[in-house]
């Protein structure tokens, strides 16, 4: 082992809470570059990648890593229903909180708690939905980038006005119908409530 990666590892064993954060990101996303931004680590691809597998590995967590750059933007229109979805009802629940993580002011990403509670959420939904993460129709990687692109106005959040959810949306996508009445089947209710028609009245002439 050279003196180089004994010393980096060292420094994270000496980071106990650090250790733990990214054990919990590695085993939920199999992009070494995806983990890396997301933790703001230096070390060397190789280095993260090896450390990477032998989180999965530990943690019975299948699948091959990843390479490429991460994610950049999300398309919604080409999301599945089902992913717009679950996407919506993650989104919901990051931000169901006294500040949802943004600043008050510019609305910038803030708090030290920020990436464990992303991965507090995701594991929620995995735990909720009884999915193995290998194969979760929407991946950790998507509900971060779906997070950031809302903090930057790049998704709205859309109320239905047939069902009363909420779901993610663009400004250029406002006709998409709501995942959650795709999911669940509702009839769609017409937008004009029609009026009930009055009787005829029978005038009666004076004789």
């Known amino acids: 082992m050279r003196n180089s990666t004994l ?3 060292c420094e994270w064993i000496g980071d106990p809470v650090g250790l733990a954060r ?4 590695a085993c939920l996303s199999p992009r070494t570059s995806f983990v890396k931004s997301l933790l703001n680590l230096s070390e060397s691809d190789e280095f993260v990648r090896g450390q990477m597998q032998s989180a999965r590995d530990r943690n019975g967590v299948s699948g091959k890593l990843s390479r490429g750059a991460p994610l950049g933007m999300v398309n919604v229109k080409s999301l599945k229903p089902s992913q717009r979805y679950m996407a919506s009802v993650l989104l919901s629940w990051m931000l169901n909180s006294d500040d949802g993580g943004l600043s008050a002011i510019g609305g910038d990403i803030v708090g030290v708690d920020l990436v464990d509670r992303l991965v507090y959420v995701y594991k929620r939904y995995l735990n909720y939905t009884g999915t193995p993460v290998e194969s979760a129709d929407v991946g950790f990687e998507l509900f971060v980038l779906v997070f950031r692109c809302y903090t930057l106005a790049e998704i709205d959040v859309l109320g ?5 959810s909420n779901f993610i949306s663009t ?3 406002h006709a998409m119908r709501c995942p959650v009445c795709d999911a669940h089947a509702h009839p769609c209710r017409s937008k004009k409530t029609p009026q009930p028609r009055l009787p005829e009245l029978q005038v009666r002439r004076a004789a």
């Open 7 to 9: 010393k980096t590892l």
């Open 171 to 173: 400004r250029q996508g």
């Open 22 to 25: 990214f054990e919990e990101v």
């Open 160 to 164: 239905c006005d047939n069902c009363g």
